[in-house]
């Protein structure tokens, strides 16, 4: 039913209004692709892509997704841009274009600015009708995993190990905060400091740079520490070296299910780019609402009615 059309009638201004919304944004805001393209997987991965990530809690709805524990370092800017895309689209189509189909939109054009492929977007999908912080944890992947963990989370979702690993391929640009990798870098061991399976050098940056963490919550690392903004294939080439900054980023390096791809798409980019390109046109429809299934909200933050007890 979702196809790229979706809105030629209905808001001819739709795909202009995003791209032009989406260029400001980035130039202004360099991290606002890599924040989306977060923001985008965590809400596809739970329920679907939906917007159901973006209801804030309310007294009728106090655990809403958005407050869940893994969803709480998201990038405020990435809320930020398609807030301002809706309401720039709810003054020229009022009641017209989904927030879930704003973010697929965003997400494509952004990844294509930062020097990442470009897929096409199909169209139509409605809000989600309800938003459970309960259903995060048990969705999501983490880095504390193993790998059989990881890839059965995205097997739940019907992707295979080699699509899981060219979606990972996202960690190409953002940065990730010091927290979230300090075990491997401060008193990893009885016997050694850091983690032996990370770069030396690279574990004495991350130590210096992420010193002060426990007083500055927001100290971060580039993901990649090569190419930080650009999307490219250097992520794979550093998982390889022990550049990875998060357990699983160095799982997928060493398992030997994850290996030969990781080694696969650090030589050849091409191929990086098409099955990212392919896997993410799997993601973004994803358990999809069409018909009564969703509505098209008014707010990307709120239902346009107060769910009945
Ligand atoms: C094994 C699976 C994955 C795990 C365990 C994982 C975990 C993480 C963690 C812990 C962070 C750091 C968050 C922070 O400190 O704020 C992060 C960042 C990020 N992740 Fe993943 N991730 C995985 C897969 C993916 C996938 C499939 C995508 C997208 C298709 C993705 C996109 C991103 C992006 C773009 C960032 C940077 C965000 C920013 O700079 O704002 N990740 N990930
Ligand atoms: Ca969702």
Redesign the pocket.
Known sequence: KLNPDYYNATCPDFARIVREQVFTKQSTVP?TA??V??L??HDCITDGCDASIFISSNAYNPHAERDADMNL???GD?FDLVIKIKNMLELTCPGVVSCSDIIAQATRDLVKIVGGPYFPVRLGRKDSLESDASKVAASL???Y?TMDD?INRFAARKFTVRE?VA??G??T?????CK?FANRIFNFSPTSQVDPTLHPKFAEGLRHVCANYTKDLSM?AF?DPRSPSKFDNAYFGNVLKGLGL?R?DYLLGSDPRTRPIVEEYSRNEQAFFGDFSKA?EK?AVLGVKTGNAGEIRSRCDQFNHIPSA
């Open positions: 991290a890599a924040g393209l977060r985008f997987f370092s998201l990038s990435a992947p983490t880095q995993m990881i899981m979606l990972t996202a960690h640009i953002g940065f990730t905060h979230e971060s993901n998060l699983s993410m993601l």
